[in-house]
Structures are given as structure tokens and as C-alpha cells.
């Protein structure tokens, strides 16, 4: 089993950045990846960056590439997400998975709100 807890959101506003991270605890060896989602009001869940456990390579979201980053500290058990640019469409629910693909994320935090005004 792995427990995932996200800190760091928060009100923001637009062009402003934020870093959020994510604490893990546990172990499940069938996890290759983890990843970061958010999920705005009214809409579906949605990617917004995945990193593999194993040599870091990671796959953003559509047009997140160039704003947002996903990184891991292996020795501390922790991924980030530094959010750069941001813009009021940003403003979601933002989730840490972990799991063996991206439509497969076995394990999720509670979220934490990120809120970019304009």
C-alpha cells in the first residue's frame, strides 16, 4: 500500500507560479509511474504530467509543457510540480497518483486546491 499527501496549493494570481509536492509513504513494487491530475469544476479528470520511476522521463498534458514540472527526489520519497505562467483556467483540484500507467494509477492523494485568479 502507498499513502500519497499533496501540500502547496493555494490562491494565486495569474502570471504567478506555485510548487506543489507530494509526500509518499509505503511501497508497492508493481508502481512504474506517478503523476500529477487536476480536475476543475464541472470537468473531467485530466492529465497534467506523469514521471517514470524508474529514469524520470516524464509526459505532460496538452499545452502544460514549458509552464509546468514535474520532478522526483527519490531519497526523500517526494514529486513536485512547479507551476509557472499560471492562468485563471488552471484553477482545478490537483491530484498525486501513483501507479503502472497513466490510465492505471493505482493510488491517489486527497488533492489540494489551486485557485488562479485573474
Known amino acids: 500500500q502507498v499513502q500519497l499527501v499533496e501540500s502547496g496549493g493555494g490562491l494565486v494570481q495569474a502570471g504567478g507560479s506555485l510548487k506543489l509536492s507530494c509526500a509518499a509513504s509505503?511501497?508497492?513494487?508493481?508502481?512504474?509511474?506517478m503523476g500529477w491530475f487536476r480536475q476543475a469544476p464541472g470537468k473531467g479528470r485530466e492529465l497534467v504530467a506523469v514521471?517514470?520511476?524508474?529514469?524520470?522521463?516524464?509526459i505532460y498534458g496538452d499545452s502544460l509543457k514549458g509552464r509546468f514540472t514535474i520532478s522526483r527526489d527519490n531519497v526523500k520519497n517526494m514529486m513536485y510540480l512547479q507551476m509557472n505562467s499560471l492562468k485563471p483556467e488552471d484553477t482545478a483540484v490537483y491530484y498525486c497518483?501513483?501507479?503502472?500507467?497513466?490510465?492505471?494509477?493505482?493510488?491517489w492523494g486527497q488533492g489540494t486546491q489551486v485557485t488562479v485568479s485573474s
Open positions: 514521471i517514470s520511476t524508474s529514469n524520470d522521463r516524464s
Open positions: 497518483a501513483a501507479g503502472s500507467a497513466p490510465a492505471e494509477m493505482q493510488y
Open positions: 509505503g511501497s508497492d513494487f508493481s508502481i512504474t509511474i
